[in-house]
């Protein structure tokens, strides 16, 4: 996805925080772009929202599965110790 959709997703997530899709969004378009951290948090942040919504749940474990392939990794583990909950 082009810069623009996550500028897209940001504007978004300032206008209206609780946004769960916009969140979760964003981290699809940084998990394409390797910011595997990063996308992350933000699923991390659409659960927080929307706690037990599948498609959230579903891309951390995804993500999870990729990252325990390159080293140990503590992204199954929700919620995490340093997690805002905003």
Do not use: V
């Amino acid at each position: 996805m082009p810069s623009f959709a996550i500028a897209s997703y940001d504007k978004t997530i300032e206008i209206k925080p609780n946004f769960h899709e916009a969140w979760n969004n964003r981290g699809c378009s940084l998990e394409k772009r390797g910011r595997s951290e990063k996308a992350n948090c933000l699923y991390q942040k659409a659960l927080s929202i929307k706690p037990n919504e599948q498609l959230y749940l579903n891309n951390l474990t995804n993500l999870g599965h990729q990252m325990s392939h390159r080293a140990t990794s503590p992204f199954l583990i929700w919620p995490p110790s340093n997690f805002d909950r905003h």
